[in-house]
């Protein structure tokens, strides 16, 4: 591990320290089975490379460069190369919609795409566009004119998209040193250290595979691989992080029997805490919590069956050096209240937004309302709904995480929605959507169901439609 003393405060910092790394590696699962694998001083130099390429475009400085993120080691390479140019780059999933691109960098005036050459030749073009081709298959277009935006000199500021606390999207505005400070305080919570080999199947583009997946891991001076794992080396990740959703496949992988699993970016309910306990029962489990405004981890708990059994689901854990929380407006028997976080990794705000963000960040940016709601169950918060997705049936207000947690209680239900839905006369009543697991009918028994949540629900509670589906909807939040 790299000594207190020594801790990098830019890109360029980082990657002259990777370099000196004797045990750091990057590695690219890709489609031919290949391993693609590339050492700290290789990284570097990947990264000189693309800087040389972009030469010619001093105009980067200062401007906002949308970049679409694919799990490779020439995105990551590429990504850091606009950053040393002072640009300020914005994430998108590599798969986002041509448009809602365009949409995006026009929105937040961006003059520039980086992305795969393949889509940059079927962009429309501004008049002024000119491409930049660049190794790997990459390539740079300008889509606007240049416009310089104000950043602050040594900041080299990232944009991540998100819905958050607001439920809007909007790009969170973050610095690099908060980013790796939140990093390494992420990486030292769950225990990763330079001898893990971690397994990154999260998009770059999100900020818990960015942060806490990329830059942890190098926090660490851990072999990150992105995109998957090569069938031979399997049974040699020791760190892998994934999402409730993603953890499902995980049950059916024998060959995966990892050290530490982390679980995040939506609930983690009981049932599947209890599943992945059981089919991993020497893997030490996180469920880690937080927000991309929050830099973006602010919790690790470790779930144990005590823990749950305690509970009645995952709580909220412990915080991470240095943040601190406080259930604000608490109200009811089950002490329900919002969360407000104080870390020093928290956004500088949402790009070109200053009204949102004095709406959510408090006490001169040194906390944040997040918007999410916790009941205290034995001394310990546990999740029970976003403030957005608060259900309020005649004045009752239901948590629709509390339902949903009941819901997956049931056999043969593998996940489950519950959401609003306008009511003439209760103004909105809950409904659910189902998706069983796969051996059971889609015919799902709706009405035992229901018999069965009555028994531990109030009937205000019990969604009045079920629509029992093979996928949760687009628009599914928890």
Known sequence: MWQATVVPDTPTQLLDRLAASSTFELCEARADGVLKRCNGEALRARVHLYGRALGSRTSLAGQRVVVLMRSGVDSVALLFAIWEKGAVPILLRSTHPRTAMLELANRYQASYVALDASLARGLPLHERSDGLALPGGLDIVRINDDRPVPVARGEHALGIPTSGSTGVPRVVLNSFDRLWLNARMHAASVGVSANDHVLLSLPLSFSYGFVAGLLGGMASEARVTLGG???GDAGHVTVMMATPASSHELLTMPALRPRVLTVGGDVLHKPLALALIERMPSTRLFATYGLTEAGPRVASSAVTVDVLEACGGVPLGEPLDGVSWRLHDVTGVDEV???????????????????????????????????????????????????????????????????ESRILSLRGVRDAWVTAEAHATYGEVPVAYVVPHAHVDMHFDVDGAARQLRAVLPASHIPVTWSVVDALPPQARK
């Open 229 to 231: 794992v090569h069938r």
């Open 337 to 403: 209240g919002e969360l407000e976080v104080s870390s020093p990794t928290l956004m500088h705000g949402y790009m070109d937004d200053a009204q949102t963000t004095s709406e959510v960040l408090l006490d001169g940016g040194r906390a944040l309302r997040t918007g999410d709601l916790f009941a205290m169950r034995a001394g310990r918060p546990v999740f029970c709904g976003r403030r957005k997705r608060l259900i309020v049936r005649g004045g009752e207000k239901i948590f629709p995480a509390m339902v």
